[in-house]
């Protein structure tokens, strides 16, 4: 079992700041992409950005100039610096992990942590 533990979610003020983090453990595994996507209610789960075990990122447009992913991969834990936030970018966000789990391929997905903007 690949398990993920997120933290970081809080309320904030729009304009501010917060940062996501997300940690695998477990054994026999190894990550390709992270990444982050996100839920509001009433609406379609939605990416938000992902990153490869090479550093390759991707990221929604809506949140592009605003939201840093980035990851150390000794630590298996995955980043997500949020700036600039806005009251759309209230949601679940869930820290999602791919790759192998004994040369099985997988996708995790951690519990969730909510981020809530205000105007």
């Known amino acids: 079992q690949v398990q993920l533990v997120e933290s970081g979610g809080g309320l904030v003020q729009a304009g501010g700041s917060l940062r996501l983090s997300c940690a695998a453990s477990g054994s026999g595994f190894s990550i390709n992409t992270m990444g982050w996507y996100r839920q509001a209610p009433g609406k379609q789960r939605e990416l938000v950005a992902t990153i490869t075990t090479g550093g390759s990122t991707d990221y929604a447009d809506s949140v592009k100039g605003r939201f840093t992913i980035s990851r150390d991969n000794a630590k298996n834990t995955v980043y997500l610096q949020m700036n600039n936030l806005k009251p759309e970018d209230t949601a679940l966000y869930y820290c999602?992990?791919?790759?192998?789990?004994?040369?099985?391929?997988?996708?995790?997905w951690g519990q969730g942590t909510q981020v809530t903007v205000s105007s």
């Open positions: 999602n992990a791919e790759g192998t789990y004994y040369a099985v391929r997988f996708k995790s």
